[in-house]
C-alpha cells in the first residue's frame, strides 16, 4: 500500500503544518511517511508544495504521480492536477474560508478524515502542538473532518516509529559527539542545523555562534578546537567556497576540524531552495595544496546521526579535516524510521591544549620548536608525515560501514549512487532485480567498489548532478569508466516510480 | 648543520602526525622569547613592538597571570614573525583572519588572555569585516596591529592607512585613495577601548597594551611603526606626537581627538594613548556557558555531558 499526498498553495499559508500534523498522527497510527518539501526562495506568495508520501512499509522517497491533492489555492490545482492518478481526489480550500487562519488546520482535518484516521488521533496531535492547542484549531480540525468521509481506510499498524530530518539528525549526531561549539553563519539548506543546534544549546551545554561570514566561522571553528572546544563549522556551497583557505589551514596546521556541508543548486546562488549533488569536487579538494581529509554522505537521518559522530571522532583521532557532506533534500525532507542509530564513538582530547602547556600551531611550516622553517628538509618530512597521516586515516576508516549493500546481494545488475539518491534508489528497486552499492566515505574510499563492479554485468550510475562528479571520482580510483548514467540536474530528486522506469530501460 | 646530520636528525624524527607536541623553549636569558633568530630588517620597529608586548606578558606573570594561560593569534605579513619570537601559544593564521582566529581561541577557552597580533594591511584591508565586528562583539580579546602604513612583505604596496600620494610598484601614478582612519573607524563600530602608541617608545607601548590585556572586552592597540625600506615618506615623525592625559572621556571627545591626525602626512599633531575606555558587556558575559566557564576557571573539556 502506498500513497501520495501533495499539499500545495502559499508560501506562509501553512503548508508543513497540514504536512507535519498529519504525518506525526499517521506515524502514531504506525504508517511510514517520508515528506518532501519544494519551494521557491520566496517568504510569503509563490508556490510551495509537500509531497507526504504514505505507506504500511519503510519508505524513504515520495512519487510523481499522486493520490490526493490538499489545494491551499488556486494554482496548486491549475499545476498539479496532471499529476493526479484517475482515481485521485482534489480536497479544495474553498469550503474552509469561514475558517480564516485555521484553514491550513480544517484541510488537515479533512485529510485525516478521507485516510481514515481516527478523529481523536487528529485531535490529539492538534492538542500536542502549544500553537494549535486552542479552541478555534481544534474546531477548524472538527470542521474538515466532518467534510470527508473515510476512503483509504488506514488501519492502526503496529509500528514504534520517529519522524526526523537529515538537519535534525546532524544537530543529534553532534550533540551524541558532546559537541562544545557551533559556528555558521546562515545559508540555505545548512540553516537547519543553526537552528536546531542553537534552540537546544542551553539544554546540552554548548554554544551556538553566527559570526559575520563563513571566513570567520572557519577560522574561529580552528581557533576553538584548537584551545580545546569540539568544534563544527556548517554551510553550503557557496559559504564552502569562502571557507576553502581556512581548510587549507586545517591541513597545515592539523587543528581538528569538522565542517558541514549541505549542498544546493549551483554555480552561483544558482537555485538556492533546490537540491544537488554538486558539490563533491570541492568537498573533496578545495583548499590549495595537498593534504589529507575525510568526506562522508549519510543518505538518510539514521546516517546522519551516525556519519556527524564518525566524522568528529576522525577529525579529532588524527587531528584531521572532515566534511559531513549532504544535500537540500536529505537536509530537509522527514523521514519516518522505526531504528535507532549505534551506539555513539567516545571522542577523546588528547592533544597538548594551550592552557596546559606552550601550543604552537601555523599556517606555515613548522620545525620541531612549532616555529617557522623554510628549510627543504622539513619540507619533505612535513609533507611525507601528511601522507603517513592519510594511509593512517584509511586503515582506521576500513573498522567503519564505508559503503552499504542494498537490493538482492546476488544480481548482476549493480546500482551505484550516494547521499540523497538512497531513499528514491531503494524505493525504486523495491524486490525487482537489483544491487544497490550505497557509497558512504568519498574519501577514503572502500576497496569494495571496484569488487562489486568487477562481479557485476551491469553497472548503472544514479546521480543528482550534472557530470556524475562520484562516477569521476571512481574512474580515478579504480580505472573503471561506468557508461550507464542516470543524472538528474533540474533541482528536484529522483521520485522512485520514475527512477524505476529509467533503471529498467538498462537492463 | 651538515646535510648529512640533518639528514640523520630528519630520520629519527618522529612524524608530526598525531601531532601538535613541539619542544618549546625560551632563549636563554631572555624569557617569553623563541630560540628563532629575527628576520626583520635590521632597525625595524617590530623588534621593539616585541620588547613591549613580551614585557607587558611579563609583568602581568609577576602579577599572578600564569604563563600558560596567553595565548596568540597572528596574520600574514612583517608584524606575523612575532609569532616565531614570542614564546607563547597560539596560531600563526591566514593573512587577514587573525582577528577571527582569536576570537576562536577565545571562545575554545574563556580564560585566556588572547592577543591578537596584526597588520595593517591584514586589518584594515583584507580583515576589515573581522575588525569591524569585533567591535560590535565585544570577545575579551586585544587586537594589536603593527600599522607600518604599507605592505612590506610584498615589498611595498599601498594599504588602507597609506597617505596620499605614496608611489609604489603597484601604485605608479601615486596613492590616491583617502587613507581610513582606523582609530576613529573603531570608536564608530562600538570598540569599549581603543589606544595608539608610538612603536619606538617601548616603556609607554608596554604600558597600553598591559591596560588593554586587562581590559574586560574587546582592545584595540593602533601601533605607528615606521617601514624603513619602503614608505619612507612616514618615518620620523615623533615630533609630531604627544601623549593624551590619562582620563576617562566621553565620545564625543574621543572622536575629536581621533581627527586629530587624518594618516595624511600633514603638518597635525599625532595623539597617543588611551582615546577611549568604558566597559561593556564583553562576549564572556553576555553568553551563560561562556560566563560559566570563566566564572569557575573551567574549561569544556571540564563540563559533565
Given at each position: 500500500m502506498r500513497l501520495n499526498i501533495l499539499i500545495g498553495g502559499k508560501a506562509g499559508q501553512g503548508i508543513n503544518k497540514v504536512s507535519t500534523i498529519v504525518s506525526k498522527t499517521l506515524i502514531n497510527q504506525g504508517y511510514f511517511t517520508f515528506n518532501y518539501r519544494d519551494y521557491p526562495s520566496i517568504i510569503r506568495g509563490g508556490h510551495n508544495f509537500n509531497v507526504?508520501?504514505?505507506?504500511?512499509?519503510?519508505?524513504?522517497?515520495?512519487?510523481?504521480?499522486?493520490?490526493?491533492i490538499i489545494a491551499i489555492d488556486e494554482l496548486t490545482k491549475q499545476i498539479h492536477e496532471i499529476q493526479l492518478k484517475k482515481d485521485g481526489v482534489i480536497i479544495d480550500y474553498k469550503p474552509f474560508l469561514n475558517e480564516g487562519r485555521n484553514l491550513n488546520i480544517a484541510l488537515?482535518?479533512?485529510?485525516?478524515?478521507?485516510?481514515?484516521?481516527?478523529?481523536?488521533?487528529?485531535?490529539?496531535?492538534?492538542?500536542?502542538?502549544?500553537?494549535?492547542?486552542?479552541?478555534?484549531?481544534?474546531?477548524?480540525?472538527?470542521?474538515?473532518?466532518?467534510?470527508?468521509?473515510?476512503?483509504?481506510?488506514l488501519k492502526k499498524l503496529n509500528n514504534?516509529?520517529?519522524?526526523?530530518?537529515?538537519?535534525?539528525?546532524?544537530?543529534?549526531?553532534?550533540?551524541?559527539?558532546?559537541?562544545?561549539?557551533?559556528?555558521?553563519?546562515?545559508?540555505?539548506?545548512?540553516?537547519?542545523?543553526?537552528?536546531?543546534?542553537?534552540?537546544?544549546?542551553?539544554?546540552?551545554?554548548?554554544?551556538v555562534f553566527q559570526p559575520e561570514g563563513e571566513i570567520a566561522a572557519v577560522n574561529m571553528g580552528l581557533g576553538a578546537s584548537f584551545s580545546g572546544a569540539r568544534t563544527m563549522v556548517g554551510t553550503s556551497g557557496g559559504g564552502f567556497d569562502l571557507m576553502a583557505e581556512g581548510l587549507s589551514l586545517q591541513g597545515i596546521s592539523e587543528i581538528p576540524l569538522t565542517v558541514y556541508l549541505a549542498s544546493r543548486v549551483g554555480p552561483g546562488t544558482g537555485l538556492p531552495t533546490y537540491n544537488m549533488q554538486g558539490d563533491l569536487d570541492i568537498a573533496l579538494r578545495s583548499g590549495h595544496g595537498e593534504f589529507p581529509r575525510v568526506v562522508a554522505s549519510p543518505g538518510d537521518p539514521l546516517e546522519s546521526i551516525e556519519i556527524t559522530n564518525e566524522l568528529m571522532f576522525l577529525a579529532e583521532k588524527f587531528k584531521t579535516l572532515s566534511i559531513i557532506l549532504t544535500d537540500k533534500h536529505v537536509a530537509e525532507s522527514e523521514f519516518s524510521t522505526?531504528?535507532?542509530?549505534?551506539?555513539?564513538?567516545?571522542?577523546?582530547?588528547?592533544?597538548?591544549?594551550?592552557?596546559?602547556?606552550?601550543?604552537?600551531?601555523?599556517?606555515?611550516?613548522?620545525?620541531?620548536?612549532?616555529?617557522?622553517?623554510?628549510?627543504?628538509?622539513?619540507?619533505?618530512?612535513?609533507?611525507?608525515?601528511?601522507?603517513?597521516?592519510?594511509?593512517?586515516?584509511?586503515?582506521?576508516?576500513?573498522?567503519?560501514?564505508?559503503?552499504?549493500?542494498?537490493?538482492?546481494?546476488?544480481?548482476?545488475?549493480?546500482?551505484?549512487?550516494?547521499?540523497?539518491?538512497?531513499?528514491?534508489?531503494?524505493?525504486?528497486?523495491?524486490?525487482?532485480?537489483?544491487?544497490?552499492?550505497?557509497?558512504?566515505?568519498?574519501?577514503?574510499?572502500?576497496?569494495?567498489?571496484?569488487?562489486?563492479?568487477?562481479?557485476?554485468?551491469?553497472?548503472?550510475?544514479?546521480?543528482?548532478?550534472?557530470?556524475?562528479?562520484?562516477?569521476?571520482?571512481?574512474?580515478?580510483k579504480t580505472g573503471i569508466s561506468i557508461k550507464k548514467r542516470i543524472l538528474k540536474y533540474d533541482g528536484r530528486p529522483f521520485t522512485s516510480d520514475e527512477l524505476n522506469k529509467q533503471l529498467k530501460k538498462y537492463v | 648543520m651538515s646535510n648529512k646530520n640533518k639528514l640523520r636528525k630528519v630520520a629519527s624524527r618522529k612524524p608530526r602526525f598525531p601531532g601538535l607536541k613541539y619542544k618549546t623553549k625560551d632563549k636563554p636569558g631572555v624569557s617569553l622569547r623563541t630560540i628563532q633568530n629575527s628576520s626583520w630588517c635590521p632597525g625595524c620597529p617590530d623588534h621593539m613592538i616585541l620588547e613591549s608586548?613580551?614585557?607587558?606578558?611579563?609583568?602581568?606573570?609577576?602579577?599572578?597571570?600564569?604563563?600558560?594561560?596567553?595565548?596568540?593569534?597572528?596574520?600574514?605579513?612583517?608584524?606575523?614573525?612575532?609569532?616565531?619570537?614570542?614564546?607563547?601559544?597560539?596560531?600563526?593564521?591566514?593573512?587577514?583572519?587573525?582577528?577571527?582566529?582569536?576570537?576562536?581561541?577565545?571562545?575554545?577557552?574563556?580564560?585566556?588572555?588572547?592577543?591578537?597580533?596584526?597588520?595593517?594591511?591584514?586589518?584594515?584591508?583584507?580583515?576589515?569585516?573581522?575588525?569591524?565586528?569585533?567591535c560590535r562583539f565585544n570577545p575579551d580579546i586585544t587586537l594589536i596591529v603593527h600599522d607600518n602604513r604599507s605592505f612590506s612583505l610584498t615589498t611595498g604596496q599601498a594599504t588602507p592607512t597609506s597617505q596620499l600620494g605614496f608611489k609604489t610598484k603597484a601604485e605608479p601614478l601615486g596613492e590616491f585613495n583617502q587613507p581610513i582612519n582606523p582609530i576613529h573607524l573603531a570608536l564608530s563600530a562600538g570598540a569599549s577601548f581603543v589606544a595608539r602608541c608610538n612603536a619606538r617608545d617601548i616603556v609607554h607601548t608596554q604600558k597600553i597594551i598591559e591596560q588593554a590585556i586587562k581590559h574586560e572586552g574587546f582592545s584595540f592597540v593602533e601601533i605607528l611603526q615606521d617601514c624603513i625600506v619602503f614608505n619612507l615618506d612616514i618615518n620620523n615623525e615623533d615630533d609630531k606626537m604627544y601623549k593624551l592625559l590619562d582620563k576617562k572621556r566621553t565620545m564625543k571627545q574621543a572622536l575629536k581627538y581621533s581627527q586629530e591626525f587624518n594618516y595624511n602626512n600633514e603638518k597635525n599633531k599625532i595623539p597617543l594613548g588611551i582615546f577611549y575606555q568604558k566597559h561593556r558587556n564583553s562576549l564572556n558575559e553576555e553568553w551563560p556557558i561562556l560566563n560559566k566557564l570563566a566564572k569557575s576557571k573551567k574549561t569544556w573539556g571540564d563540563l559533565k555531558k
Open positions: 507526504l508520501s504514505v505507506s504500511d512499509k519503510p519508505i524513504s522517497s515520495h512519487e510523481s504521480k499522486v493520490d490526493i488537515s482535518g479533512a485529510l485525516a478524515s478521507i485516510l481514515g484516521i481516527p478523529e481523536k488521533a487528529l485531535l490529539a496531535e492538534i492538542k500536542n502542538n502549544p500553537k494549535t492547542n486552542n479552541a478555534q484549531s481544534l474546531q477548524a480540525a472538527k470542521v474538515g473532518y466532518k467534510s470527508q468521509s473515510d476512503k483509504y481506510n514504534n516509529l520517529s519522524i526526523m530530518s537529515g538537519s535534525q539528525a546532524v544537530a543529534i549526531g553532534a550533540i551524541n559527539s558532546k559537541i562544545d561549539l557551533y559556528i555558521a553563519y546562515p545559508m540555505t539548506p545548512a540553516t537547519g542545523v543553526l537552528h536546531e543546534l542553537a534552540a537546544k544549546q542551553i539544554e546540552n551545554k554548548m554554544m522505526s531504528q535507532k542509530p549505534k551506539k555513539p564513538l567516545k571522542i577523546n582530547i588528547t592533544r597538548s591544549l594551550p592552557h596546559k602547556t606552550i601550543v604552537k600551531s601555523s599556517s606555515y611550516d613548522q620545525d620541531d620548536y612549532g616555529l617557522t622553517t623554510e628549510d627543504a628538509m622539513y619540507a619533505t618530512i612535513n609533507a611525507e608525515a601528511r601522507l603517513e597521516k592519510y594511509e593512517e586515516i584509511k586503515k582506521a576508516c576500513n573498522s567503519l560501514e564505508m559503503t552499504k549493500l542494498h537490493g538482492k546481494t546476488n544480481s548482476k545488475n549493480l546500482i551505484i549512487g550516494w547521499g540523497s539518491t538512497k531513499g528514491a534508489i531503494l524505493d525504486a528497486i523495491g524486490g525487482e532485480d537489483f544491487k544497490f552499492l550505497q557509497v558512504l566515505y568519498l574519501k577514503p574510499m572502500s576497496k569494495i567498489i571496484k569488487q562489486e563492479m568487477q562481479k557485476a554485468k551491469n553497472i548503472i550510475l544514479v546521480e543528482s548532478n550534472l557530470t556524475g562528479q562520484l562516477g569521476r571520482l571512481i574512474r580515478e | 608586548s613580551r614585557r607587558a606578558i611579563l609583568s602581568l606573570i609577576e602579577q599572578g597571570h600564569k604563563k600558560e594561560n596567553f595565548a596568540m593569534s597572528a596574520g600574514v605579513g612583517c608584524h606575523g614573525k612575532i609569532f616565531d619570537y614570542l614564546n607563547i601559544s597560539g596560531i600563526y593564521g591566514l593573512h587577514g583572519r587573525t582577528i577571527p582566529t582569536a576570537i576562536g581561541i577565545k571562545l575554545g577557552n574563556p580564560n585566556l588572555n588572547v592577543l591578537a597580533f596584526a597588520g595593517d594591511g591584514d586589518t584594515y584591508s583584507e580583515g576589515m569585516a573581522h575588525f569591524i565586528h569585533a
